[in-house]
């Protein structure tokens, strides 16, 4: 079953600044990372980024505003060196993050609002 596009998708061509948790023997690393914004929605996002991120991935956005919103990456495809990815960005409640994994929040959500 294909998934629909729910939001409108804007192009762009914005510097974005996210962090990854991966588990390295036994250990949770926080890596932070930059990418290139593609496109964006109020839904999610597709960038480009140099790390080889997997699909589950939950990551943490830093928006214009300097607040933050979390996303899971639901694909990822190599592009020459870098990577290709498309996140569905998710609310930053304690109960929508334990659902895929990820920690609590101290920042409310900001549906509604614009992205980056």
């Known amino acids: 079953m294909e998934q629909t596009k729910v939001a409108d998708r804007k192009g762009c061509c ?12 036994n250990k949770i690393r926080i890596i932070d990372l930059t990418g290139r914004a593609i496109n964006v929605s109020r839904n999610g996002l597709c960038f480009i980024t140099h790390y ?3 699909a ?3 990551l943490k956005f830093k ?3 300097g607040r933050y919103r979390h ?12 990577y290709i990815a498309g996140a569905e960005l998710i609310e930053s409640t304690p109960a929508a993050l334990s659902r ?3 920690t609590k929040s ?4 900001s ?6």
């Open 106 to 109: 101290h920042t409310p959500s």
């Open 111 to 116: 549906a509604g609002r614009p992205v980056f």
């Open 56 to 58: 589950g991935h939950v």
């Open 14 to 25: 914005e510097v974005i600044e996210f962090s990854v948790a991966v588990l390295n023997d």
């Open 71 to 82: 996303g899971i990456v639901l694909w990822i495809k190599e592009l020459g060196d870098d």
């Open 63 to 65: 928006t214009s505003m």
């Open 100 to 102: 895929c994994g990820g």
């Open 52 to 54: 080889p991120l997997k």
